[in-house]
């Protein structure tokens, strides 16, 4: 990068856009950027969010092709695998923060602290609202030549009642309320006068959701209570202390392989954390939560479990200008759960090449019958026959399968499906299969798989994707003729489409992990849990936070967790 000293930002006096605010002025004027030899004709690039997207694009676009600027409410990228292991002390916050601005000065761009509430997609504006420590507000707009929308999503409330009384665990803040509840139940719980019902409702932990989030928040506590708690408080507690885990499916990590969901139900049960599967809260009150559960013969009954502290993490939805955007672009946004985008991470509907989504907030519009075509289409050409006249041999179609589930992993069901239909068609796998009766067995494919995973795996891998991209479309746009560049599909013509690659799931299940890669299961103990900690510590943002990463699995190891509820 070049070594440019970042101006501060001004306002236009003039005011404009649909909503006569002030305008965010060009970055650097022509005086500034002759005197440090660099373009002022640079495109401008926002990026709303400072998560797992936003930071993998800036961390890999090049900053002599765009001026870059980051909007965020939130001015640091918060690692969040790593979240649970802060609510109990084993990990410190500081470990899984890195400042926005150390990222964003990397590549000389400029950080607002702000939230982004619109789009005006033809003026090619961000409105965009700061908040003033007088409770007052600041709007203006931020205009751009390329936007990508990485705000990621906020929790699912799914219309229960009573979430106020309840904790979640997305932000830092969230994890700092998490710890300072458990250390002041136990507090309380220690207090002379507090009768034995009491204290048990006190140490009644109840996680609402058995995703990963709750499992591994669920393990952590777990870990705390065996290895500190009989250090520091009296041991008389640890035989009322109770963690539950309220799940409305049949088992929890429903998402991973059934192997891995089997070990982590058991090792939880063997640990005596109450699963409670098949159970659907109905509302959370202040000392209690209340859910209806199906018992063996199907039935919903009624029941309700004291709590001390109830966290409440069962799915996120979509943010406020994710949501906004959608609407603002009807006839091309059919998704109700996210932005939708092509196969390039172009919003559908905006302006070509302009407007981005990636990450949480976003979903591709999936194509998997085409990509199904196009690899029929080179094997017909090979043999020389009509598509149509093409016959599918089963090996061919095996490839062409782990071809689609490792782009597409969400499909792997469906194909399953396919799978056994061909089985169906021809029992020992030695005959072929009509195109026309392919096409009829994938009939919908594309509807019924309509999300990739919202991880942080995939955001990080979209951010990487774009900022390749836009390095890419800057220094093609010099090369290519003008009519190249006005008559065809630019990013197309520059970067091959999206193509997620699932690189697996892990999860920590208290002193044991579980790896779920494309289909193998590991399972296990300490190894895993090395393991585990190791490919996170190998994904941190920078070598500030591995370092801080390592000196805390030391100070544990050495001292135990820290039980300041700081
Ligand atoms: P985020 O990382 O959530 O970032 C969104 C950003 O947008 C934030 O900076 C936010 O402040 C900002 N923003 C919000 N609204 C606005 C606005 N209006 N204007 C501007 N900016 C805005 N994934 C995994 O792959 N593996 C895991 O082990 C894993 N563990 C997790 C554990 C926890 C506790 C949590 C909460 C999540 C976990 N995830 C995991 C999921 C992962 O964190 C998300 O999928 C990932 O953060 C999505 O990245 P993103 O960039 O889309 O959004």
Redesign the pocket.
Same mark, same amino acid.
């Given at each position: 990068a070049e070594d440019v000293e970042v101006s501060l930002l001004a306002l236009n006096p003039n005011i404009g856009g649909p909503k006569n605010l002030p305008i965010l002025e060009s970055y650097l004027d022509d005086e500034e950027c002759e005197a440090k030899k660099i373009s002022s004709h640079k495109p401008r690039l926002v990026i709303?969010?400072?998560?797992? $997207?936003? @930071?993998?694009l800036v961390k890999n676009v090049n900053p002599n092709d765009y001026h870059i600027t980051v *909007?965020?409410?939130?001015n640091?990228?918060?690692f969040?695998?790593?979240?649970?292991s802060a609510t109990v002390g084993t990990l410190e916050f500081r470990s899984l923060v890195e400042p926005?601005r150390r990222i964003v000065a990397s590549v000389n761009g400029h950080y607002i602290e702000?939230?982004? /509430?619109k789009v005006e997609f033809q003026d090619r504006l961000v409105e965009?609202?700061q908040h003033l420590p007088d409770g007052s507000s600041r709007d203006f707009y931020v205009p751009y030549d390329k936007l990508v929308v990485? @705000?990621?999503?906020?929790t699912n409330s799914h219309g229960v009642n009573g979430l106020e009384y309840c904790n979640f665990?997305?932000?830092i803040e &969230? +994890?700092r309320l998490v710890r300072e509840k458990v250390f002041r139940n136990l507090e309380l719980a220690c207090l002379p006068g507090t009768s034995e019902d009491e204290r048990k409702r006190l140490l009644s932990f109840v996680v609402c959701g058995g995703g990963?989030?709750g499992v /591994?928040?669920a393990a952590e506590l777990y870990d705390f209570l065996n290895e500190d708690l009989c250090n520091t408080y009296p041991k008389l507690l640890r035989n009322l202390v109770s963690v539950h885990i309220v799940q409305s499916q049949g088992h929890i990590l429903n998402t991973y392989d059934e192997k891995i969901s089997q070990y982590a139900q058991e090792r939880f049960i063997n640990d005596s954390i109450d699963v409670l599967t098949n159970a659907r809260v109905k509302s959370v009150e202040p000392d209690r939560v209340i859910f209806s559960q199906k018992n063996a013969d199907g039935v919903a009954e009624n029941k309700e479990l004291p709590c001390g502290m109830c966290l409440w993490?069962t799915g @996120?939805t979509l943010? &406020?200008?994710?949501k906004d955007i959608a609407a603002s672009l009807p006839g091309h946004q059919r998704n109700k759960r996210a932005i939708e985008t092509d196969t390039h991470l172009r919003v559908l509907g905006a302006p070509l090449g302009e407007v981005y989504a *990636?990450? &949480?907030?976003?979903t591709v519009r999936t194509n998997i019958t085409e990509h199904i075509v196009e690899f029929l289409k080179t094997y017909a050409v090979k043999a020389n026959v009509s598509i149509e006249n093409y016959e599918i041999t089963f090996q061919q179609w095996r490839d062409i399968a782990q071809n689609i589930k490792r782009r597409f992993p969400q499909a792997s069901e469906h194909l399953r499906r396919v799978d056994s239909l061909f089985t169906e068609f021809d029992q020992d796998h030695s005959g072929t299969l009509a195109f026309a009766e392919l096409t009829a067995l994938l009939k919908n494919i594309d509807s019924k798989v309509t999300s990739l995973?919202?991880?942080?795996?995939? +955001?990080?891998q979209? $951010?990487i994707y774009l900022g390749r991209k836009f390095t890419k479309l800057a220094r093609a746009q010099e090369s290519l003729a003008m009519d190249e560049v006005v008559n065809k599909d630019i990013d197309d013509l520059v970067h091959r489409p999206f193509a997620y690659h699932h690189l697996g799931?892990?999860?920590y299940v208290g002193n044991a992990a579980v790896f779920d890669f494309n289909g193998y299961s590991l399972v296990g103990g300490l190894v895993a849990v090395y393991l585990w900690r190791s490919v996170?510590f190998a994904q941190s943002v920078s070598f500030r936070t591995r370092a801080l990463l390592f000196m805390d699995w030391l100070t544990r190891g050495l001292f135990g967790r820290d039980i300041t509820p700081l």
């Open positions: 709303l969010g400072s998560g797992w $997207g936003a @930071v993998g *909007i965020s409410p939130r640091h990228f918060l969040t695998p790593m979240l649970p926005i702000a939230s982004a /509430e965009v609202k990485a @705000v990621g999503s906020q665990l997305k932000t &969230d +994890a990963p989030t /591994e928040f993490s @996120v943010c &406020d200008i994710t *990636i990450g &949480d907030c976003s995973p919202a991880t942080a795996q995939r +955001a990080n979209q $951010g799931s892990l999860a996170y």
